[in-house]
């Protein structure tokens, strides 16, 4: 469906290239869409783009789910759905599509399997469901983001093509908008002597037993609470945002507070005031009496002499 014109560029990430699209082709009318592809990438990016703490975020976050489950269905359907009708696509069909993840998360929390320490969440995913291992990472975001965590280590099976044997695992996962350093860096010490395929922020470590992988998860997770703590003075800039912001209301509600008492305290003497006018006009009014009787007394005596 593209011109033949069009040429293939590289673009830093999934947010820049759904702003070149949007200026380049004057589409603006979809741009939601492009934020929902931005989304469905698990790309930070969208911090600049969208308010990840507002409603429309969490719509649009919805529709990227419902998008993921579509295109593994049939990509060509989907394609075409999103060609011809845009985001009322995803929006018509949100309601009747299940999110396989949202399940699988339940299910871990309902038989245990989930444990958090700080900012870290411990997973066991070794029986996890054949049918289920393709939305394995998509379950560790949805953990990530339940919990409020930042990391999540979690030992597994998977299936080692090169031999044919499921193997054990160790997966290392950041959650995609947490804003502190990517895991790799953190425990660069841990796995260095051992076969890490990923990249920085989401990779998994081989293991030799189920024991080894416990073993190796619990390292992971010391090495991670250990620089944790180190910068534990770093504060994201989201956490800042919304510390700033109830600030802001503490103090405008203060303020509020204020200019309400500063009003009562206007209204009562505002009321004196005028009380106090009131009993300077009755004593203008009694001296005006006094002085009006003291000159007829006086006219009365002079009448008489």
Known sequence: ML??????????????????????FNIKSDWELMLVGVIGDRDESIKQLVDIESMEFNRLYNLANTMDVLVRQSLSDTIRGLYTEGLQYLEGLAGSIKYPPYDITDQLIKDNKITKRDNILFADVTNLQPSMTQWLWKTFDEL???????????????????????????????????????????????????KVIGHDTAFSVSATSPEDAKRLAEDIINALQSSYSITASYIPTSSVARALQHDFRSIMEKQNEILNKLAEILQVQTENYKKYLELKEKQVSGIERLLSSTNTNRDRAVGTD
């Open 3 to 24: 011109p033949r014109n069009v040429r293939f560029l590289q673009f830093n990430n999934s947010g820049v290239m759904a702003k070149a699209i949007a200026e380049t």
């Open 144 to 194: 990530l983001r339940r919990f409020n965590a930042d990391y999540l280590v979690a030992v597994s099976k998977v299936l080692d093509r090169q031999i044919g044997q499921m193997v054990d695992v160790v997966f290392v996962v950041r959650y995609w908008l947490s804003e502190l350093q990517p895991p790799r860096q953190l425990t660069a010490n841990v796995i260095s002597n051992r």
